[in-house]
């Protein structure tokens, strides 16, 4: 056999991220507050964009809502976390891992955990716990599950696609930083006077407490952006909440210089630019909308029964499912579900309320794992204090309902309710029983 070397030509697919869509997908997943930031910040740096008023808000259908049916939200870390884990982590064991990965996160989104110690544990490869934690640290916002300082900078930076092998030199010697040492430090990073400086504003640019934002944050009032109402006929309207849609319009005096000959030609360039981001923006935007709308279309025509009687009646629902109705990737309904709020005539819930795993119930019928949790709820609270419902009973009431659930199922569910055991809820009865 005769070994030899030879160029060969392969022709091959891959999909590239171009900084555009990186752009659209973040854009896709941002809260209203968000957006109205982010539109801000591009109307005051371009001279060709200007606001548009926002529409009013209707009033249709069987319903009128006002400001005061709006709510309040406040996410923790640990519910965020909890969020991204269910979403990105697939593997029952190593989602497992995360969720103790997770419990010992601090306010500011560092982790304390001995990851040698949870592996023997779980009685896991200590590989196996690091790739968990890779995952993790891929979680928004960068910087979450870091186990230093300079891991957390790091992360953001890998977030931003802006790790460059000096910037990677100057995490290594975060001590000279708060020293000072200028010199030392551009010798190392191989940098003159004015590309440290950069280096250095740039990484102040960074949050060092990623987590801080959750705890910290104050309450902000939810203005949904989809209304769902019931018309006269009995059909159901859903609709985008123009209060919700920050709106651009071009600046049409701008717009009419690029013709202008007493323009130099950086300006006119200067001007092409801001005409391209301009439009470039009032694209994503509309896109956006469409996308909140289509997806919003989709659970509702999923989860028409629960308009009518709540969250009882709620069917299971996965991304899955709506992705494939709208053509779209099970990742791309995730960044919509993701802090998109809708009105109804049961209430305001967010997208993501909506998504609900199946339970099988006897007829072979599922049901929607949160309807089930509201049963269990509605079973406690019928006690009376001479029949206290352990997890088993529970699990028998439900199984003469038609539906198949496990012990520990009930108990996880119960839990999440925020409710005690069978025994602490037997002993809090007895206790107000006597003060009577």
Known sequence: ?????????RQTQSLTMTPQMQQSLKVLQMSRAELEDFVQREVEA????????????????????????????QHSLQDHVAEQINLSIRDKSERH????????LDESGYLHADLAQ???RLNVAPEQVMRVLHQCQAFEPAGLFARNLAECLRLQLIADDRLTAEMATLLKHLDLVAKRDFTALKKLCDADDEELSEMLGELRGLNPKPGLIFDSAPALTIIP??????????????????QALPRVLM??????????????????????????KANW???ILDQRAQTVLNVGEQIITHQQAFLESGAVALKPLTMQIVADAIEMHESTISRVANQKYMMTPQGLFEYRYFFNSAIRGKTGDDIASEAVRIKIRTLITQEIIDSVLSDESIVQKLDAEGIVIARRTVAKYREELGIPSSAKRRREMKLHAQKR
């Open 1 to 9: 056999m005769v070994l030899s070397s030879k160029p060969v030509l």
């Open 46 to 73: 371009n001279p060709l964009l200007q606001r548009a008023p926002s529409g009013a808000l209707p009033s249709t259908g069987s319903s009128d809502y006002s400001v005061e049916d709006f709510g309040t939200v």
């Open 97 to 104: 891992i995360a969720e103790l990965l997770a419990e010992t």
């Open 118 to 120: 949870i592996a023997k």
């Open 225 to 242: 952006d989809l209304l769902v109402t019931k018309m006269p006929s009995g059909e159901w309207s859903i609709t985008l909440n123009p």
């Open 251 to 276: 600046n049409e005096d701008y717009s009419r210089k690029l013709s202008d000959n007493s323009l130099s030609k950086q300006e006119k360039q200067f001007l092409r630019v801001c005409k391209q």
């Open 281 to 283: 923006l009032t694209r």
